[in-house]
């Protein structure tokens, strides 16, 4: 195994290392750099997979210099590697959402969170990143997303995963049939109310580029994929409930 290392938007490096086993036709894990005067890393990767991961980002910036660490929700492939980034980095912090930090990251990271403003975009020198929860969608109640405002790109995590290793970043490619064939295998979405109308707020954002965890980055049509992923939701959530009230 090898982490490959592609830049996919303006100073945002896709970090990706591919596991065979841990899917038909292998599984990407992405993990996203942002080399700004105060960097950034999107998703730490497992802690098993740090020393695959950060000789990779070394060769982008220097370790010490990572100011912020952050990731889309709290489980192994997301933040399992936070502490090691932390050691390498010693002026790093996590920024995650309030609820993150109150029943998870205040407790497992071993330097103090710092909570994400909701309303105000974290200036990390040349990019502005907003972060936005997202509850449960795709899965976790202290979910949430990135959207780096210069480059309009949004870091969505699990959203639109795919198994399979394909290139860094495509434009022309069915983003929805990978997602919800991924889906049939591994039932991790949160389908609610709330899920459809969630992933049309992000589509509001107009990004430009998708940094998806599991997959490749996407740079075609990201409204339209956002907007035709939360209809399939929608339509997977409203079947499912008419066959509850049919049962």
Request: glycine letters at 8%; a negative charge; hydrophobic letters at 45%.
């Amino acid at each position: 195994m090898q982490t490959n290392v592609h830049e996919i938007a303006d100073g945002v490096y896709r970090l990706s290392t591919c596991i065979p086993e841990a899917a038909p036709g292998g599984f990407t894990f992405n993990q996203y750099l942002i080399d700004a005067e105060e960097p950034l890393l999107f998703h730490t990767g497992p802690r098993q997979m740090f020393d695959l991961v950060a000789p990779a980002a070394a060769g982008v910036l220097d370790l010490e210099r990572l100011r912020w660490i952050s990731f889309g929700h709290v489980e192994s492939d997301e933040c399992g590697a936070m502490n090691r980034w932390l050691q390498a980095a010693p002026a790093a912090a996590v920024t995650f959402n309030g609820l993150g930090c109150d029943v998870s990251l205040n407790d497992l990271a071993d330097r103090p969170p710092v909570v994400a403003d909701d309303a105000t975009p974290l200036d990390i020198g040349g990019h502005r990143i907003r972060t936005i929860a997202t509850p449960h969608v795709p899965h976790g109640w202290e979910a949430q997303v990135i959207f780096d405002e210069p480059t309009r790109t949004l870091f969505c995590g699990d959203l639109f995963g795919q198994t399979g290793d394909g290139p860094a970043i495509v434009h022309d490619a069915d983003l929805v049939g990978a997602a919800l064939a991924a889906e049939d295998l591994f039932g991790a979405t949160c389908l609610t109310a709330a899920t459809a109308p969630t992933i049309r707020q992000l589509a509001d954002l107009e990004p430009r580029t998708l940094a998806l965890m599991h997959g490749p980055a996407f740079a075609g049509d990201c409204v339209t994929a956002l907007h035709d992923l939360a209809d399939a939701y929608e339509t997977r959530f409203r079947s499912t409930c008419e066959q509850g009230a049919a049962a």
